[in-house]
């Protein structure tokens, strides 16, 4: 309703301009009066023709108002008529679409999740490191970090160990969080087996010295321990081996029992272990590479590659004793 009235205003106002040049008055009163007319009538045209416009023409302000203005101040004449001339059609006999004959979509993102496989296949923890070490995205190297929740402790806590010198500040944080998660975790299971050591049983107390024995191995074997706390962390797993097969327990704490003494350098404990794991019952592919890595420490190098030989063909072909076995032969 405002633009008809403003329209209506503008046509007046327009032929009330040129009919002034006709007036019986000096010329210089007739181009005052023609001027101001004039200059209503364009400002009353460009408004009624600019609250018109749809939305996206009307900006930017005031560019988008001064341009119709300009049309039909500055062209004599015909200025006012073509700017209603080129407006009204376009506003209300608008351009048919054309039918769409494709849709745009964007790129699609990766799946949430992996896609089944027939086969399970051995993932390497370097394709993450490199996304920690190159990837500009602090993204990506978070989504590199998140991954490491379905990768087995021993190949995750390296690459979360790299991401705590990330210049990222939220990398940083997420790979500590994570870490200090693990070994609170396994430090609750230390601490709760210990209130129950003291009022338990002897074979009870076999157990719980075999459960202790297991976690604070884990603390070394993730690698969450370091210096003098290795020391300690690999004394106490050495101590409670030691009482839980004093208390009757057997099988795999032999097993563990021997591969702590070889991590802590005791040839001879571990060898006696690792025998005796063997003669119980323990299996070639659970032993023997203990005991490959036994000779190695030792300096029976002759010995490796026999003991290499003897495990089974399966394990034999799967990673890292396949390139052992090549590299002994």
Same mark, same amino acid.
Do not use: N
């Given at each position: 309703?405002?633009?008809?009235?403003?329209?209506?205003?503008?046509?007046?106002?327009?032929? $009330?301009?040129?009919?002034?040049?006709?007036?019986? =008055? +000096?010329?210089?009163? %007739?181009? /005052?009066?023609? *001027? @101001?007319?004039?200059?209503?009538?364009?400002?009353?045209?460009?408004?009624?023709?600019?609250?018109?416009?749809?939305?996206?023409?009307?900006?930017?302000?005031?560019?988008?108002?001064?341009?119709?203005?300009?049309?039909?101040?500055?062209?004599?004449?015909?200025?006012?008529?073509?700017?209603?001339?080129?407006?009204?059609?376009?506003?209300?006999?608008?351009?048919?679409?054309?039918?769409?004959?494709?849709?745009?979509?964007?790129?699609?993102?990766?799946?949430?999740?992996?896609?089944?496989?027939?086969?399970?296949?051995?993932?390497?923890? $370097?394709?993450?490191?490199?996304?920690?070490?190159? =990837? +500009?995205?602090?993204? %990506?190297? /978070?989504?590199? *970090? @998140?991954?490491?929740?379905?990768?087995?402790?021993?190949?995750?806590?390296?690459?979360?160990k790299l991401a705590l010198g990330d210049p990222s500040d939220d990398v940083r944080l997420l790979a500590y969080s994570m870490l200090d998660k693990q070994e609170s975790d396994i430090n609750l299971r230390i601490q709760t087996a210990l209130g129950q050591l003291p009022g338990a049983k002897i074979k009870a107390a076999g157990a719980l010295?075999?459960?202790?024995?297991?976690?604070?191995?884990?603390?070394?074997?993730?690698?969450?321990?370091?210096?003098?706390?290795?020391?300690?962390v690999l004394g106490q797993a050495s101590e409670h081996a030691e009482l839980g097969l004093q208390a009757g327990e057997g099988g795999e704490l032999i097993l563990l029992a021997g591969r702590i003494a070889l991590e802590r350098g005791d040839i001879e404990r571990a060898e006696a272990l690792l025998a005796q794991a063997q003669e119980n019952?323990?299996?070639?592919?659970?032993?023997?590479?203990?005991?490959?890595?036994?000779?190695?420490?030792?300096?029976?190098?002759?010995?490796?590659?026999?003991?290499?030989?003897?495990?089974?063909?399966?394990?034999?072909?799967?990673?890292?004793?396949?390139?052992?076995?090549?590299?002994?032969?």
């Open positions: 309703m405002i633009s008809k009235w403003l329209f209506s205003g503008a046509l007046l106002l327009e032929a $009330g301009s040129w009919t002034g040049l006709w007036l019986p =008055a +000096p010329e210089l009163q %007739q181009l /005052l009066v023609f *001027l @101001l007319s004039h200059t209503l009538a364009c400002v009353m045209l460009c408004a009624a023709v600019w609250l018109l416009l749809p939305a996206r023409y009307r900006a930017p302000l005031p560019w988008s108002p001064l341009f119709i203005f300009s049309l039909a101040f500055f062209v004599p004449v015909i200025g006012a008529l073509g700017v209603v001339v080129a407006i009204f059609p376009a506003l209300y006999l608008p351009r048919k679409r054309d039918k769409q004959a494709w849709q745009a979509v964007g790129i699609p993102s990766l799946p949430f999740s992996a896609q089944q496989q027939l086969h399970s296949p051995i993932f390497a923890d $370097g394709g993450l490191q490199d996304v920690l070490r190159h =990837a +500009p995205d602090p993204d %990506q190297r /978070l989504a590199a *970090l @998140l991954a490491t929740r379905r990768m087995p402790g021993k190949e995750a806590v390296p690459i979360l010295h075999g459960t202790l024995a297991r976690w604070y191995w884990e603390l070394a074997y993730l690698g969450l321990a370091q210096g003098s706390v290795l020391e300690h019952g323990m299996g070639a592919a659970q032993v023997l590479p203990f005991r490959a890595e036994l000779a190695f420490e030792a300096g029976h190098y002759q010995e490796i590659p026999k003991l290499l030989a003897r495990l089974p063909e399966k394990t034999r072909q799967r990673p890292p004793f396949a390139d052992l076995v090549r590299t002994w032969k």
